[in-house]
Structure formats: C-alpha cells, structure tokens
C-alpha cells in the first residue's frame, strides 16, 4: 500500500522556523520526485518545492532563499525547512509523489501520490 505522510505542521510566529516531513512507503522511492504543495482556504493548491530523484532542487518564487527541500533516500524520508516564516505561507502543506514529473514540477497532476497535508499557521 503506499502511503505518503506528511507531517511537522503548527503554529508559529512570524519569522519563526518549522521543519515539515514526508514519510513514504509502498514504492520505489528513490526512483521519485517528491513535491511539496500548499493550500490556503478560497485558493487553489500551488506548488512550493519540489526535489528530483538525482536530487536536484526547485522552488516557487516566493519561498526562494527561506525555505529547503531535502531528502533522505535511507528514510525514505523528505523534508521542507521553512525559516522566516510569513503569514502567507499559511496553508495546508501536502506532499506528492512523481515517477514522471519533467518539467511540470508545480502542476498538481504531474504527481500521482498525495499524503494527508499538515497545518501551517503563522501568526503576525
């Protein structure tokens, strides 16, 4: 069964730090890319960041240079390191799976498995 678990979610101040996890299992993780994706109320889930399965790195603009992505592959494990939080980075953050994302990394349909999502909330 695969399974993709997502968690490390809270409530944080402004320009505070969370680190979020991804934990999976039922597949070959190495051979994918894992993206995270978030989704405040009234809008649609947009992409974040996403790492490749050679371990190449990508982020949405807005996040540049505060948050990381990093995985381990032992664990089977991916992280999201979000350092000066803002409270538009509120949401709740999911993690996906992809065996064949190519350059569509930020578009939800590139991915075929979904985790449970963690809340985000940032307090001004």
């Known amino acids: 069964e695969v399974q993709l678990q997502a968690s490390g979610g809270g409530l944080v101040q402004a320009g505070g730090s969370l680190r979020l996890s991804c934990a999976a299992s039922g597949f070959t993780f190495d051979d994918y890319s894992i993206g995270w994706f978030r989704q405040a109320p009234g809008k649609e889930r947009g992409g974040v960041s996403c790492?490749?399965?050679?371990?190449?790195?990508f982020y949405a603009d807005s996040v540049k240079g505060r948050f990381t992505i990093f995985r381990d592959n032992a664990k089977k494990k991916v992280y999201l390191q979000m350092n000066n939080l803002k409270p538009e980075d509120a949401a709740v953050y999911y993690c996906?799976?992809?065996?064949?994302?190519?350059?569509?990394?930020?578009?939800?349909?590139?991915?075929?498995?979904w985790g449970q999502g963690t809340q985000v909330t940032v307090s001004s």
């Open positions: 996906a799976a992809g065996s064949r994302v190519g350059v569509r990394l930020f578009h939800p349909r590139s991915y075929e498995y």
């Open positions: 790492i490749g399965s050679g371990g190449s790195t």
